[in-house]
């Protein structure tokens, strides 16, 4: 059955969270929020030191806040609210708006600003209770859909939003809840017309292994700093092609390719004893397939931290991407804006 919440919807809750002085999980650490919907014991850790998502999420979330934006929630598979059912999607704006996550207060304006965000799809939040003399909000369809309720009444971004609605800014504001932790990325992003680029425009390759974290991270980063979409392999229609006929039909399309050099596989030599991290073999071929077709200065390796260099590339100049590189959005806009291609400094500062 087809979700009834768009993306669009579900994108201007995501760009709430990064206007709102807020964050989602509210006075709870984001951990224990997480833990009340999904089982975190039970989904897989993207970071091999952890066995779990609990330990994954405290280390990049608790531990080391800017490692991951405030918005993964929305693009990581494990809880896939962007792309994932609407009762997923729903449950989550239910628990953010919980007694225990939010004040009384806090909660009624958000409460309305969702109702604002959710008019056009036919959702609406009402009280269902109380705990503890706080109220308890419930989601659920409208009793009439008007279909064309979103064109009468406009679709307001999450900017117009904040902007019509000053008591949500004070019912949010710093006293009166945890504040979500700084980041380096935040603004609105941009919706999928906006970032469409015409097809003769050379766009960006994104190189990637198995961390489907780091990939999705990395691809919102450069559709915002550049404001077109990056090329990602498996989003490409097959057509009838082999997999090499594909790559090389969309290397056709950029003229800039970025390497997620992530612990994807565990390796060593003959001789050698001890497994260590290493990079998929298709992003060390993919690596070298790029360097040579666009030379080495359009190619830009995100090195993780803990994995072992290619042998044939040391010497080479990484940018170091993981839990004690923080930089690493800066040193890619540089490399890029060094290659001609326009970027926006402006997602550096917000």
């Not at 007694?99 to 008019?119: G, Q």
């Not at 008007?146 to 004070?170: F, M, N, R, Y």
């Not at 229609?237 to 090499?244: E, R």
């Not at 497994?275 to 995100?302: C, H, I, K, S, T």
């Amino acid at each position: 059955m087809p979700n009834s919440i768009t993306e669009v919807t579900r994108r201007k809750v995501m760009d709430l969270y990064t206007l709102l002085p807020i964050a989602w999980s509210g006075r709870l650490a984001e951990p224990d929020f997480l833990a009340r919907l999904y089982p975190l014991r039970d989904l897989p850790s993207n970071d091999y030191r952890f066995n779990d998502a609990y330990g994954d999420v405290t280390q990049h979330r608790v531990n080391n806040p800017d490692d991951w934006t405030d918005d993964y929630i929305f693009i990581d598979p494990r809880f896939n609210l962007l792309w994932g059912t609407d009762e997923n999607f729903l449950n989550f704006l239910e628990m953010t708006v919980h007694p225990v996550v939010l004040s009384s207060d806090a909660a009624a304006s958000l409460v309305e600003t969702y109702n604002t965000v959710l008019r056009g799809d036919g959702y609406a939040f009402r009280q269902d209770g109380t705990l503890s003399g706080h109220p308890l909000y419930k989601v659920g369809p409208t009793v009439t859909r008007d279909p064309l309720d979103a064109v009468e009444h406009g679709s307001p971004t999450a900017v117009e939003l904040i902007d019509s609605a000053p008591h949500l800014q004070q019912s949010l504001s710093p006293g009166s809840v945890s504040i979500a932790p700084a980041v380096s990325i935040t603004g609105g992003v941009p919706s999928t017309d906006a970032i469409t680029s015409p097809p003769e425009e050379k766009r960006i390759f994104i190189v990637h292994g198995h961390d489907e974290t780091a990939k999705n991270f990395v691809h919102l980063f450069l559709n915002r700093l550049t404001g077109k979409d990056a090329v990602v392999l498996h989003e490409q229609g097959n057509s009838g092609q082999s997999l090499i006929e594909k790559l090389e039909n969309a290397a056709d399309k950029v003229n800039f390719a970025v390497v997620l050099l992530t612990a994807d596989d565990l390796g060593k030599a003959k001789v050698e004893t001890d497994l260590e991290p290493r990079g998929r073999q298709n992003v060390v071929f993919e690596m070298g397939y790029f360097m040579a077709l666009l030379g080495r200065d359009r190619v830009a390796v995100l090195h993780a931290t803990d994995v072992t260099e290619p042998g044939d590339m040391r010497g080479m100049l990484y940018i170091p991407y993981g839990s004690f590189a923080n930089d690493w959005k800066g040193k890619l806009a540089g490399e890029l804006s060094d290659a001609g291609i326009d970027v926006d400094l402006k997602i550096l500062t917000k």
